[in-house]
């Protein structure tokens, strides 16, 4: 059974931030390529978020999301108080803006290729006499 | 395993490291219907949670979908 304690905390956060993250290591150093999957996603979606590093208390708190959402692996992305997936279901959702649409964000352009970055909108072509 | 937790579901799974134990599962069942992303992972990974418990795979990376069925 998870320390109750803990569990609490957990449900507090999850109910206070909106957009919370639980992920290995932090969003400027994910130390593992799932979490830094999702960090990218919603980097691109530009939307703000709450991260937990879950490494210096992995398995109590694999008790606790295991008892809150039935869901065992990190990374955890929870939207409005509920768990929506990890980095495959993240992924997916945003390939197909679904996960814009749950945050309540624009679907930024190009998303379709996450790994390309930004093409500089440089101005139309002209020819200089 | 899947598919008889999942009744007329289609499964492929793709073997991500060759040594059977990182797969991914692409699992297209009729049961997924009206079910978020998350509820139809549950069932797989609930269908294959004694694999985990007993070691044999690690990892399992998963698409799901709703088949067209008739009616579509």
Known sequence: ?129 | MIEAALPGAEVEILDQTGAADHLEAIVSAPQFEGLSRIDQHRLVKAAVKTRFDDGSIHALSLKTSIPAGPHQ
């Open chain 1, 1 to 129: 059974m998870a320390d109750q304690e803990l569990k609490q905390r957990v449900q507090e956060l999850i109910a206070e931030n909106q957009v919370l993250l639980f992920m290995k290591g932090t969003p400027d150093m994910p130390r593992c390529g799932f979490s830094m999957r999702v960090v990218q996603v919603l980097d691109q979606l530009d939307v703000e978020y709450g991260a937990i590093d879950v490494l210096p208390a992995l398995q109590p708190l694999r008790e606790v999301t295991t008892e809150i959402s039935d869901w065992q692996t990190f990374p955890q992305l929870y939207v409005n108080g509920e768990l929506l997936g990890g980095a495959d279901i993240v992924e997916e959702m945003f390939d197909s803006g679904e996960l814009a649409e749950a945050l309540g964000v624009e679907q930024p352009a190009g998303a379709a290729a996450p790994a390309q970055p930004e093409q500089p909108q440089g101005p139309p072509l002209q020819i200089e006499r």
